[in-house]
């Protein structure tokens, strides 16, 4: 099946500074990622649809601002989590869709956000 | 509905038995799904998938079935394995201006003693 593969796997950071997460889609183009947040023992919340060469479409109770997406090629894209604060700490997973609608989805393996 | 901020229910079962896990979606206008194995600290990787066209659809030990009616989804594993043991999601795909937006349910959580 298709690759997704997302970096970093795990950061930790202080509060304040601003961390980048790439997801890139490694043997497809994906016109479309999703971004979703998971807190432990729960389930995948997604963020926001991710659009190669527009604005990203945020889920309501999302801050755009704090969240930024950027799709700028078909392989790639980056979520960056600004002035990240410890309730930030969290696990963030991309996807990408295969497809004319993109309905079969591949995800990245996660990356583990601490916020010290 | 989802019931995001609740902690995962847990089905435990012994190596060799059959599991069923269960799924309600929300949206009737839903026409794809997808089940979803998640171990920890991994991404979800695709199990099987069916369409609304379907009521059954079968992999390698793995069966899904579709209720339509009752909004219902299920998975069924044969022989459990160890292996097997992880977080299992159901995803509704709903269209939204010509893609697919998917919303994942509750999730379960799969536990094989040996």
């Known amino acids: 099946g298709a690759v997704v593969s997302q970096h970093p796997s795990w950061v930790i950071c202080k509060s304040g500074t601003s961390v980048k997460i790439e997801c890139r889609s490694l043997?497809?183009?994906?016109?479309?990622m999703f971004w979703y947040r998971q807190f432990p023992k729960q389930s995948l919340m997604l963020m926001a649809t991710s659009n190669e060469g527009s604005k990203a479409t945020y889920e309501q109770g999302v801050e755009k601002d704090k969240f930024l997406i950027n799709h700028a090629s078909l392989t790639l894209s980056t979520l960056t989590v600004t002035s990240a604060h410890p309730e930030d700490s969290s696990f963030y997973i991309c996807?990408?869709?295969?497809?004319?609608?993109?309905?079969?989805?591949?995800f990245g393996s996660g990356t583990q956000l601490s916020v010290l | 509905g989802e019931s995001v901020g609740l902690h995962l229910p847990t089905l435990s079962v012994q190596e060799g038995d059959n599991s069923i896990i269960n799924c309600a979606y929300s949206n009737s206008a839903s026409d794809y799904f997808i089940w979803y194995k998640q171990e920890s600290g991994k991404g979800p990787q695709f199990i099987i998938d069916i369409r609304s066209n379907m009521d059954k659809r079968q992999g390698q030990r793995v069966t899904v079935l579709l209720n339509k009616t009752v909004k219902h989804l299920s998975l069924q594993i044969a022989a459990t394995q160890p292996g097997d043991s992880a977080v299992y999601f159901c995803a509704e795909n709903r269209a939204s201006g010509g893609s697919y937006i998917p919303t994942f349910g509750r999730g379960t959580s799969l536990i094989v003693h040996p």
């Open positions: 043997d497809f183009q994906a016109t479309t």
């Open positions: 996807s990408a869709g295969e497809g004319a609608a993109n309905e079969k989805l591949f």
